[in-house]
């Protein structure tokens, strides 16, 4: 199995930037998908982003947050971040990463993720 654990969640003021990390154990990392979902309270999941890795890396990101969070990694750290800036009240949720082998047209459906790591908690306020 896979293992992920989420930290760097906090409070932050509208605009702030804040970097959350992703960090695995077990498995072949380089096999998986990662994804980034966020949920706030009485509101569905939602896909934040991913990092497919094909013959190159594939990016993609949610209308939402395309061109304020950045996904990157760390291989020698099995660590996958999300930079996130121009952090917004809208943002503020659990978030979660996520590993599978979802289809590209599934990535961004919490259905095609095999594991899941438990949530760091993002808050943006003034």
């Known amino acids: 199995q896979v293992q992920l654990v989420e930290s760097g969640g906090g409070s932050v003021q509208p605009g702030g930037p804040l970097r959350l990390s992703c960090a695995s154990s077990g498995g072949d990392g380089g096999r998986y998908t990662i994804g980034w979902f966020r949920q706030a309270p009485g509101k569905e999941r939602e896909f934040v982003g991913c990092?497919?890795?094909?013959?190159?890396?594939?990016?993609l990101y949610a209308d939402s947050v395309k061109g304020r969070f950045t996904i990157s990694r760390d291989n020698a750290k099995n660590t996958v971040y999300l930079q996130m800036n121009s952090l917004k009240p809208e943002d503020t949720a659990l978030y979660y990463c996520?590993?599978?082998?979802?289809?590209?047209?599934?990535?961004?459906?919490?259905?095609?993720?095999?594991?899941w790591g438990q949530g760091t908690q993002v808050t943006v306020s003034s």
């Open positions: 996520a590993a599978g082998q979802p289809i590209l047209s599934a990535a961004r459906t919490g259905t095609g993720y095999r594991y």
């Open positions: 990092l497919r890795r094909s013959a190159g890396d594939t990016y």
